[in-house]
């Protein structure tokens, strides 16, 4: 508490609350004489990739603040170690100004529309890919390690061939930097309106993908037509953009599901330097994303139908 307080000139700490909500992150509530903040220790790697992805989170994250997109304020460390990174203790630290508030309970969804637009409007930097593990990869992970788990994720390979083959082609998309994971976790509910939360995955992206991406998830995962045209059309009429009516137009949110299907199952094989309870954790949460990417697969077309300027 005392560390972090002085590695980003808090002023003298009162008192350090856990905060419930993420799977990847530790959060704190700090108290100083200062004020209040969200403290957030990242579950980093010490791999070059890791810095090198956080440098670009870092720098569309201070872009949309200076834009006045909304959001709680960063606070820069007295000595980073990165763009608003202090390393405390072997660990790695970000900051914000505490801001008090809630989950959403209100429709957002022409909020989501509207924010996502003017995110958009910043300057794109960088590349978007579409790089998925192939099923020959996952097929190497699995005969290492026979067992129950890893025969759970092989019934999934057929969906996950599937939805490799819907993201190849990127022709006609539109290249943003962004917030690049929009969803009601990261949205708070203030009395000045809602912030948009979490930015340490920004980056490059396609804003087709993002925009369709957002639209399911503040639909109840796609249950909620009404809801989901809503996103579409507030961003529509900031940007003069709709995604097509197609179920390449969703390939975004299989690439989330399959990324971090990935991941996971790389933790709970043991290919990733974590602790026993966060493998242990791994597995479950593996297969969890997957059934997601199954039952996204199943709605594609029926989304698809949704774009349709005549629906």
Known sequence: MDAVAAA???GG???WEPVSGGRAHLVWRLRTERGEWAVKRLNRSREDWWLRDYLVAAEVQLAAWERGLPMPRPVHPLEPAAPLLADVDGHSYLV???CEGRPPTGDVTEWVGRTMGALHD??????ATWDPHPVAEWLTWLDEAPGPFTDEVRAYLPDIAEAIGLGGDATGLTPVSSHRDF???NVLETAGGPLLLDWDGAGPEWAEWELTRAAVRFSGRGEDRAAF???ISAYEAVTGRRPPASPTSFAGLLKVYLGGAAWMVWRALGHRPVTAAERAAAGPHALELL???????????EWAGWLARST
């Not at 199954?294 to 077309?301: Q, S, T």
């Open 13 to 15: 700490a009162t008192s």
């Open 122 to 127: 910043l300057p794109a930097g960088g590349t």
């Open 96 to 98: 914000h100004e505490w």
């Open 229 to 231: 045209q809503r996103v």
């Open 291 to 301: 059934a997601d990417l199954r039952a996204a697969l199943g709605r594609l077309d």
């Open 183 to 185: 969803k009601p976790d």
């Open 8 to 10: 980003f000139g808090l």
